[in-house]
């Protein structure tokens, strides 16, 4: 079976792919593992920022669809330090440009914006094998395949399609996130949902902090952040979740307590983020029949713009496709080179505020970060 084209990955950026080439005319196919649309929750809050994300959900035609989902509030942001102290607080005025709303409904949107066939669920890729004219064999876990016309790998940071172009493998950055909830804050742990306040908190220090976002329905969700290699990550068995969460607040010993609550009182049970990236100038020469989007592409530390840069190229490439139907390699070398330029400075720029959050001057080196965001968008 072959359709015209093929995506491995119904992530964000592959079900935008999706839905800029339904709304042109153009079959496409993706292939998912999980089970269904349900299999897992799909993260916490993301900020969809207006010289990316928003346009993409434009040439998806469902900006109106995406205003619905807004958390109200959620572009506020505080830094404090250690030992509560608000170093930084900025409140949401509704123009900040980067509105926050949850990757689930976001998902949700896309989703329903869809033919219900378009989605193959349960379909692990295991094996890709090149045919020859652009053309390639997917085999699935259960057994079946497919062949391809134009083969696209939306699937993630473990990318099984990005072998076919390029021999990097993602390398960890020295960094690790524990992720966290608390549920019904606001009635239940009142001193901690008043430090995160509104939306988005950053308690840091030199190589740890603890992020959290408020989320719809009085939920904190909470990434507990490490620098620590690989073999002190690896020494921690997470299966033992009283002995995990007593080694992670042991690194936060002397932080006030409407912190670490966020790691001592979590209504769920640790979850380990080891946080990897592909090179910064990460790119591949031209192969027919086959290119990537997203993480698969240009996997880089979390900084606000994974999201974003993933439904912009799948807007991008989708775009494409639909100029050029006759001309699709060409079509596919335009959206490389653009797309190659951008996630190259996005990925310099995600370590750079790592960096800020995490480095010798934390936590004023971030505080002059936003300050300076500030003073630009105003003189602007």
Known sequence: MTTPVTIVGAGLGGLTLARVLHLHGIPVTVYEAEASAMARTQGGMLDIHDDSGQLAVKAAGLFDEFLGLIHAGGQASRVLDQHGKVL???????????????????????????????????????????????????????????????????????????????????????????????????ARHLATAKAVGGGGLFAVAPGKGIFAHREPGCTLHAYIALNRPAEWIAAIDFTDVPATTARIAAEFDGWVPALTALIIDADTEPVLRMIHALPNDHRWNRVAGVTLLGDAAHLMP???????????????????????????????????????????????????????????????????????????????
Do not use: Q
């Not at 409140?91 to 990757?103: A, F, I, L, S, Y």
């Not at 699709?328 to 490389?336: C, G, K, M, R």
């Open 88 to 186: 930084l607080d900025e409140p949401d005025d509704g123009t900040g440009g980067r509105p926050e709303v949850h990757r689930g409904a976001l998902r949700r949107m896309l989703l329903d914006s869809l033919p219900a066939e378009t989605i193959r669920w349960g379909k692990k890729l295991t094996d890709v094998v090149a045919r020859g004219a652009g053309r390639h064999e997917l085999t699935f876990d259960d057994g079946s395949s497919v062949s391809t016309e134009l083969l696209v790998g939306a699937d993630g940071a473990w990318s099984k399609v990005r072998p076919l172009l390029s021999n990097a493998v993602p390398g960890y950055v020295g960094t690790s996130f524990i992720e966290s909830y608390l549920h019904d804050a606001d």
């Open 302 to 380: 979390p900084a606000g713009d994974g999201a974003n840069l993933a439904m912009l190229d799948g807007a991008e490439l989708g775009e494409a496709i639909a100029a050029r139907p006759d001309g699709i390699e060409a079509a596919l070398a335009t959206y490389e080179n653009a797309m190659f330029s951008r996630s190259g400075s996005a990925a310099m720029g995600a370590h750079g505020i790592l960096e800020l959050c995490l480095g010798e001057r934390a936590p004023l080196s971030l505080v002059e970060f936003f300050t300076g965001m500030r003073e630009t968008a105003r003189d602007s």
